[in-house]
T-cell receptor, first 113, second 111 residues
Framework: DAGVIQSPRHEVTEMGQEVTLRCKPISGHNSLFWYRQTMMRGLELLIYFNNNVPIDDSGMPEDRFSAKMPNASFSTLKIQPSEPRDSAVYFC???????????FGPGTRLTVL | QKEVEQNSGPLSVPEGAIASLNCTYSDRGSQSFFWYRQYSGKSPELIMSIYSNGDKEDGRFTAQLNKASQYVSLLIRDSQPSDSATYLCAVIQGSARQLTFGSGTQLTVLP
């Protein structure tokens, strides 16, 4: 099992550009979480899906952020337009339906210039 | 208001010593507690989970939970330089079973 896969691993973009982050969860893990980590705010939950359905997006900072999970093996987090304050590491994590343990992907380090 | 509190450190201990990491939480209904280790530039990695009051041991790691005091701790015995990392306390809160993370404690084990 390859674990949670995220792409790209690093993204550098300019303010105003659209950014799309991708996540492939572990097969059979039916809950998927998007987190953002910064030095100032630590690890924050942005949104999570259960069986591909968004359950709680209260952590999404602004309308510039959107997330989708079109099927059980793929999710995207989009920022449009991006701003320098969006610079952070974005993690995707997966969980099965019978355990509370979350398994994290390697993260995407986003830098918005 | 932060719901899971940790001392941010940094905490330094000599090699071979016991490192003690502490965490408090505000939601009395919390039932599941986790310790994650995060090396610099890497993703969080689960090292311990605990659900009942008392101690849970796994190798050199011991998690301690006291629900009455809303307190969970992690002890690392015989600390090694490879244990140098940030340790994140995480608590399941609410019916949605979401994890709330503390800000982490940075541990350095000095050779």
């Amino acid at each position: 099992d390859a674990g949670v896969i995220q792409s790209p691993r690093h993204e550098v973009t300019e303010m105003g550009q659209e950014v799309t982050l991708r996540c492939k969860p572990i097969s059979g893990h039916n809950s998927l979480f998007w987190y953002r980590q910064t030095m100032m705010r630590g690890l924050e939950l942005l949104i999570y899906f259960n069986n591909n359905v968004p359950i709680d997006d209260s952590g999404m900072p602004e309308d510039r952020f959107s997330a989708k999970m079109p099927n059980a093996s793929f999710s995207t987090l989009k920022i449009q337009p991006s701003e320098p304050r969006d610079s952070a590491v974005y993690f995707c994590a997966a969980r099965t339906g019978v355990s509370d343990t979350q398994y994290f992907g390697p993260g995407t380090r986003l830098t918005v210039l | 208001q932060k719901e899971v509190e940790q001392n941010s450190g940094p905490l330094s201990v000599p090699e071979g010593a016991i490192a003690s990491l502490n965490c408090t939480y505000s939601d009395r209904g919390s039932q599941s507690f986790f310790w994650y280790r995060q090396y610099s530039g890497k993703s969080p990695e689960l090292i311990m989970s605990i659900y009942s009051n008392g101690d849970k041991e796994d190798g050199r790691f011991t998690a301690q939970l006291n629900k009455a005091s809303q307190y969970v701790s992690l002890l690392i015995r015989d600390s090694q330089p490879s244990d140098s990392a940030t340790y994140l306390c995480a608590v399941i809160q609410g019916s949605a079973r979401q994890l709330t993370f503390g800000s982490g404690t940075q541990l350095t084990v000095l050779p």
